[in-house]
């Protein structure tokens, strides 16, 4: 019950990488509370878990939940923004609703979400912004041009939040390699072949496997424990390997 007093927000908490991070956070005796504009479908129900149904892109509606989170916990320590989704194409194929789209949810709402709860955290005494982001902030892929900007963006917003608010905030980058969540999955059904897609991912990790949501919540809860506590401005990917390889884990000879 190492986080047990302590108040964390997570946006896109209701499912994917967001919910293991919620759950994790529950477990170890935090106050948790779920983000996310579709609600939360873990059936959880407990005293110390609040879900606000929130488009977290959207200003006002940050503002609110950050009153709302403010008037049930009166505290804010912790803010995972991971809110993300995934839109295919290149700079000639995207079109600028499409880019807006990708901005305003990977990018804008980890800025809006900063602005309005880090206030909160310098209010309840220190705090961490763990900011999920992608190994696309380092090498891509084909076609996805917006989704592999926004990410990238991420670490300067990193930086600058870990070097505005230090001591009392830190923030770290995290970033994850292909992990089974529903947005990946949603990835792999616009292929022909899914299964396909998911033994070529698999392949591209030298651990030999995709990355499962709880893989990522243990490591995003250790950036936010004390004993990180001199880890600030970084990053670290959780990818399995991924982006060590040139080619994956495929044999050369
Ligand atoms: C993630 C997502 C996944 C992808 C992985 C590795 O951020 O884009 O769909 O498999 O990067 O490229």
Redesign the pocket.
């Known amino acids: 019950m190492e986080f047990q007093n302590k108040t964390v927000v997570v946006t896109g908490g209701g499912k994917g990488i967001g919910a293991a991070c919620a759950k994790v956070f529950l477990d170890a005796g935090a106050n948790v509370v779920v983000l996310d504009k579709d609600g939360d479908e873990s059936g959880i129900t407990d005293e110390r878990w609040l879900v606000l149904q929130c488009d977290v892109s959207i200003d006002t509606q940050v503002i609110e939940a950050a009153e709302k989170v403010w008037q049930r916990f009166n505290s804010v320590h912790y803010l995972v923004n991971n809110a ?1 989704i ?1 839109r295919y194409g290149t700079v000639v194929d995207t079109t600028a609703d499409e880019w807006d789209k990708v901005m305003n949810v990977n990018l804008k709402s980890y800025f809006l979400c900063s602005k309005y709860f880090i206030p909160l955290m310098q209010k309840s005494g220190s705090g961490v912004v763990i900011n999920v ?4 902030a380092f ?3 084909k076609n ?1 041009a917006a ?2 900007t926004a ?1 990238t963006a991420i670490l300067g917003l990193t930086r600058s939040i870990a070097i505005d608010f230090a001591p009392n905030i830190r923030c770290v980058a995290v970033c ?4 089974d969540t529903p ?2 999955r949603t ?1 792999f059904s616009l292929s022909p072949d899914p299964e396909a897609v998911l033994q070529e ?1 698999i392949d ?1 990790h030298p651990i030999g496997r ?1 990355g499962t949501p709880e893989d990522v919540a243990e490591v995003v809860k250790f950036m936010c424990d004390d004993k990180a506590g001199f880890i600030t401005g970084q990053y670290i990917r959780v ?1 399995g390997g ?1 982006g060590i390889t040139i080619n994956g884990s495929k044999k050369t000879n």
């Open positions: 993300g995934q982001a992608s190994v696309q090498v891509s892929q996805v989704y592999t990410k994850p390699g292909t992990i947005m990946v990835s991912c591209m995709i990818d991924l």
